[in-house]
């Protein structure tokens, strides 16, 4: 069973930037995905970015991309998500996820069967 853990989170100033990570214990399936989701005070849950362990192809939503970057390392079994050019409005707690099983779609939050616990982020001057 896998277990996430995220890190990195905490006040940044607009403009600013800020690196998260989360460490993945116990089996990873080479053949699913790591993935970044964050949720909004009184807002659902929506996906940030993904990677593929195999490919190591990244995928962002329209929102953050050429801001944010994911890498991924399997032999640490860690991924990051490196956010510049932070915005009001990217605050959020930011979780982590992956799957026991193959996903299909990076962007689809019921693709994902294990979250870390979630790391805030708050952008404010």
């Known amino acids: 069973q896998v277990h996430l853990v995220e890190s990195g989170g905490e006040l940044v100033q607009p403009g600013g930037s800020l690196r998260l990570s989360c460490a993945a214990s116990g089996r990873t399936f080479i053949d699913s995905a790591m993935a970044w989701f964050r949720q909004a005070p009184l807002k659902e849950r929506e996906f940030v970015a993904a990677?593929?362990?195999?490919?190591?192809?990244?995928f962002y939503a329209d929102s953050v991309a050429g801001r944010f970057t994911i890498a991924a390392d399997n032999a640490k079994s860690m991924v990051w998500l490196q956010m510049n050019s932070l915005k009001a409005e990217d605050t959020a707690v930011y979780y982590c996820?992956?799957?026991?099983?193959?996903?299909?779609?990076?962007?689809?939050?019921?693709?994902?069967?294990?979250w870390g616990q979630g790391t805030q982020v708050t952008v404010s001057s």
């Open positions: 990677i593929r362990w195999s490919s190591q192809s990244p």
């Open positions: 996820a992956t799957s026991s099983g193959v996903i299909y779609n990076l962007r689809r939050e019921s693709e994902y069967n294990v």
